[in-house]
């Protein structure tokens, strides 16, 4: 009968009750929906960074991420490379190898990054390859060509067909250059790497910094940002169970680590830290907002019908009898709204997973930096339930409120209530 | 045998620093199946006095005894318990609940008593049927009048064959016939059910229905009447 009551009383008012449950059902959806985007923008900024510069996994030498001295190699990393074709997840590897070297052009002189690929094989992991601007990507039958960021080639004065000049120090601490002719100009988007970025093909690279068979990094992609964890365990454990090489290896495969992306740029953890925190300001506005509607709701439910409840406790209905009918009361309004929240945000979610969301007139620009123009929200679980879950929270609580005040409610007083 | 004894009751209201004598040591019994009224002017302490007998309030001085038991110092939950099962209560403004249908609030009372459902049901059309709501069980409150809100109230008042129906003005608000139909059919049950019935009220007509008037006077019993 307490359940029956509790219906009939949240239709006395229906206007009231549908405002309420749509209010908890648009909270839940708008958190659905904002979790969805931020974690979808998170993985195309993840992905972007991923595809233009670290890779998801890098196997180093100890410290050359902080560092990138030229001497800390990894002198055998065919090795890795076996590994990691029969890794599961793994979707591509290759290798590359940087050097800091100052660069001439006829006009000008500037310092910059060389970094020696596999043409093939980079053109599996970077977007690189798809922003180019000018000219075409490294082949595999180049030798002394190069292709460098825009902003360096502005600053070189140089374009397409022009000669550039490498000089740089070697391994072995002797005086490395180089002239490359520059074959194409890319543009990643990321500033501070098209300013300073030259690539060329490995086997050069080895030859003119004298580093044999060493590299500096094998990268390694994933086939979901979700597997990157896994493989960097299994990857790991290939690699340490190997007992440290003998003296006589000299420096072989010694202290090699397994660094996944957000170890490579902490800094781009950081400002999906930074975003996160924002995004909860606005959810814990929200969240307030949603609280007062139904503490309004709740509160007026009571205060209109304390003569009612008053009767009721006359008649010798405990105060619990009270107590349990308002929280069957709220509970009604709270799940419909959860529920109707719940299914509309992850049809609006997954709706917009499937066509994007443009980002405007950004798009054209944004497209020639490898970042898709179309943001898509992704819908997990964790972001499909985590709101309605806070937004169940608040509003149990809230409603509590009443449903426990109504105990310290006397008949008298309650019925002589207008 | 005594339904109800008041020794020496008075109640105090405290308004900020004035203190309102409601009740200035009020006795006198009332016997089982009696049919009985509290007259007075307003403000006399009917109300306050109703209140106490019915454990919706407590004394500031003095002992009430229901059915022979003090009900003076229970604790709220007993006194709710007390509420249920002993007493009736009639309203002046028809206090039925407005969600629920004229046979549903009659049933309410007995549900909290843990009386089957079955039973509840017949029960429930038995007395709605006997006050003369017979064909409107299933009307909510809002599809009745009056006079009909006043009749279910007294069903769920004596479904529960209590010791005592304590009625607050049940008339007042009824024209005097529909009144007078009320008190008609409340007068019947307290003969053949044998319920006791106490009833306050200020209109002569209801008086006259009295086995006895007790009046009240700024607190006190001013005078009593026997018929
Ligand atoms: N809760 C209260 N707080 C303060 N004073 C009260 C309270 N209830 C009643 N009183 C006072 O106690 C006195 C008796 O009130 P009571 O309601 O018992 O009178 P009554 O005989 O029922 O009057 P009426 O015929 O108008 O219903 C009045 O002076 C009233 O102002
Ligand atoms: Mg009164």
């Known amino acids: 009968m307490e359940i029956l009551m509790a219906w009939r009383n949240v239709w006395r008012n229906p206007r009231r009750t549908i405002l309420t449950i749509l209010a908890i059902a648009f909270a839940c959806l708008v958190l659905i929906f904002m979790l969805s985007v931020q974690v979808g923008t998170y993985e195309v900024m993840i992905n972007a960074s991923v595809k233009t510069r670290t890779g ?81 990507f490294l082949k595999p039958s180049d030798t002394n060509t190069a292709v460098l960021g825009a902003l360096l080639a502005k600053n070189l004065k140089v374009n397409v067909g022009d000669e550039v000049v490498a000089l740089g120090s070697a391994m072995d601490g002797s005086v490395a250059a180089t002239v490359l002719k520059v074959a194409g100009i890319f543009s990643s988007g990321m500033d501070d790497y098209d300013r300073s970025a030259i690539q060329i093909p490995l086997p050069h690279f080895q030859e003119v910094f004298y580093m044999e068979n060493a590299v500096h990094e094998v990268v390694v992609t994933c086939d979901s940002l979700w597997h990157v964890s896994r493989v960097k365990e299994s990857l790991a454990a290939a690699l340490h169970p190997k007992p440290p090489a003998e003296p006589t290896g000299q420096d072989a495969d010694q202290g090699l680590v397994c660094l996944s992306w957000d170890e490579l740029t902490p800094g781009l953890i950081q400002s999906i830290q930074m975003d996160l925190g924002g995004g909860l300001i606005f959810y814990a506005i929200l969240l307030v907002m949603v609280a007062f509607s139904i503490m309004n709701t709740f509160v007026m439910a009571v205060f209109e019908r304390t003569r009612e409840l008053g009767t009721l406790l006359a008649i010798g209905a405990g105060p619990g009898r009270l107590s349990k009918m308002l929280v069957l009361e709220s509970a009604f309004l709270t799940l419909w709204g ?50 309605p879950a806070l937004v169940f929270i608040i509003t149990t609580l809230t409603a509590l409120y009443p449903a426990l005040k109504v105990r310290r409610l006397t008949p008298v007083d309650a019925m002589r209530a207008v | ?134 064909g409107m069980h ?45 008190l008609e059919m409340m007068a019947r049950m307290n003969e053949e059910r044998n319920v006791t019935f106490i009833f306050s009220t ?23 009447q026997i018929k």
């Open chain 1, 56 to 136: 998801h996994i890098q196997v180093i030498k100890k410290g050359y991420n902080k560092d990138h001295k030229i001497r800390q190699v990894v002198s055998d990393p065919e090795s890795i490379a076996k590994i990691l074709d029969q890794t599961p997840h793994v979707t591509a590897h290759t290798f590359r190898a940087n050097a800091f070297a100052l660069l001439s052009s006829d006009l000008r002189t500037c310092a910059g990054l060389i970094t020696g690929v596999d043409p093939e094989r980079e053109s599996k992991i970077s977007n690189i390859v798809h922003t180019m601007r000018k000219g075409r």
């Open chain 1, 338 to 387: 959860i529920t109707l929240g719940i299914l509309a945000g992850c049809v609006l979610t997954f709706w917009f997973q499937h066509t994007g969301i443009p980002l405007g007139g950004a798009e054209g620009m944004l497209k020639q930096y490898g970042i898709p123009g179309l943001i898509r929200p992704r819908l997990t679980l964790a972001t499909a339930l985590s709101g």
């Open chain 2, 1 to 134: 045998m005594n339904m109800v004894d008041v020794k020496e009751v008075s109640k105090t209201y405290k308004q900020g620093k004035v203190a309102v004598h409601a009740l200035a040591g009020v006795s006198l019994s009332i016997a089982k199946g009696e049919f009985c009224a509290l007259a007075g002017p307003s403000g006399s302490g009917k109300t306050t006095l109703l209140n106490l007998i019915g454990g919706l309030d407590t004394p500031t001085q003095g002992k009430i005894f229901l059915d022979n038991d003090e009900i003076t110092g229970l604790s709220q939950s007993r006194l709710a318990s007390i509420r249920l099962n002993k007493i009736g209560f009639i309203f002046q403004s028809y206090n039925i609940i407005p969600v629920l249908s004229a046979r549903e609030n009659v049933e309410y009372v007995m549900l909290m008593q843990g009386v089957p459902a079955r039973e509840r049901s017949e029960r429930a059309r038995a007395v709605l049927d006997d006050v003369g709501l017979a």
């Open chain 2, 138 to 182: 299933d009307r909510r409150p809002a599809e009745l009048s009056g006079g009909q809100q006043q009749r279910v109230a007294v069903a769920r008042a004596i479904v529960s064959n209590p010791a005592i129906v304590l009625a607050d003005e049940p008339t007042a608000n009824l024209d005097s016939q529909t009144g007078q139909g009320l």
């Open chain 2, 202 to 224: 200020h209109d002569r007509m209801v008086m006259d229905f009295a086995h006895r008037i007790i009046r009240l006077k700024d607190g006190l019993v001013a005078h009593e």
